[in-house]
Each structure stands twice: as structure tokens, then as C-alpha cells.
């Protein structure tokens, strides 16, 4: 029986293959079974001045269907109220004014708390997943009373903390 240093070498090749391939299995089986983080509800006198929000994820979508996406992020999304703007990052950082929004929505399902913002000049929205009920009442009392909101948002905005 003659082996040659090719069969050798092919047979350590399959075994750390095959190691490998092991221990990527337990990494993924371990990193799946770890439970997600929750995001923290936003309490007044937390640290978090109220311009830049924290968000779990931002959403383009259409005014018609507002639970379809047409582009998402997840990674680095960003919404933050500066004075009378409004900059959001979902594809690319954007400014727009907040007089440009035609009406602002809420909706929920499933552990997502989606503030939903409609544009005046534009078939599209912006759709914020703020992570937890009391942040999103918090950013909805941040806007100014003369934003336009649906009756869903008006319920769940803060009373009392409208912004000046």
C-alpha cells in the first residue's frame, strides 16, 4: 500500500475542513440562542437631550402602503430634531424642514413602535422604528404643536409635553 504525500495532504485538508465547518456550526448555534437586546424606553432625565433620537432601524416607504419598504437601515440609521429641521439617515443623510411634513402616524406590531412621517412634496415616507412605546410618545410631545398628526399619534403623544 503506497500513499503519497498528495493523499496526505489531501486528507489533512478534509479533516480541518471539516473542523472548521464544526466549529462554525457551534459559533452560529450559540450567537442565535443568545436572546436579542431589548431597547431601553426613553424616560425623561435619562441622559438623552432629545434631539438626536435613538432608533433601531429607518425605513423608506410609500404614503399608499406604509408597511412596505422600498429601502432600510438598520445598521446606522439616524434621527435627530434639530430646531425646525429634521435629519434622518436611511439610504444617505438627509435635512428636510419639519414644515414639509403633511402628517405624522404610529404604528405598531409585534415589538415595533413605528413613528411614520409623511412628506407634502413627496409620494414617499419616512418610517422610524423607535423600539418602545414611552420613546415614541416622548419623540411625539418633542414635536411642535402645529405638526399635523393622525388621531392614532394624538393618542399616544405625551400630555402636557408638546413642544414650546
Known amino acids: 500500500m503506497n500513499i503519497s504525500w498528495l493523499d496526505l495532504a489531501f486528507g489533512a485538508v478534509v479533516v480541518i475542513g471539516q473542523g472548521l465547518s464544526f466549529w462554525f456550526m457551534y459559533w452560529l448555534f450559540k450567537k442565535l440562542r443568545k436572546p436579542k437586546s431589548v431597547a431601553p424606553a426613553y424616560a425623561p432625565g435619562t441622559g438623552i437631550d432629545g434631539k438626536a433620537i435613538p432608533v433601531l432601524a429607518s425605513f423608506v416607504g410609500l404614503r399608499r402602503v ?37 402628517r405624522v402616524d404610529v404604528r405598531s406590531a409585534y415589538g415595533t413602535f413605528n413613528l411614520v412621517f409623511e412628506f407634502s412634496d413627496s409620494p414617499f415616507t419616512l418610517i422610524v422604528n423607535l423600539g418602545s412605546a414611552s420613546r415614541m410618545a416622548y419623540v411625539l410631545s418633542l414635536l411642535p404643536p402645529s405638526m399635523p398628526l393622525s388621531e392614532r399619534a394624538q393618542a399616544a403623544r405625551l400630555p402636557g409635553n408638546a413642544a414650546k
Open 66 to 102: 406604509p408597511w412596505v419598504a422600498l429601502a432600510t437601515n438598520s445598521l446606522n440609521p439616524v434621527f435627530r430634531l434639530d430646531g425646525q429641521q429634521m435629519i434622518y439617515r436611511v439610504l444617505r443623510q438627509k435635512q428636510r424642514p419639519l414644515c414639509d411634513v403633511s
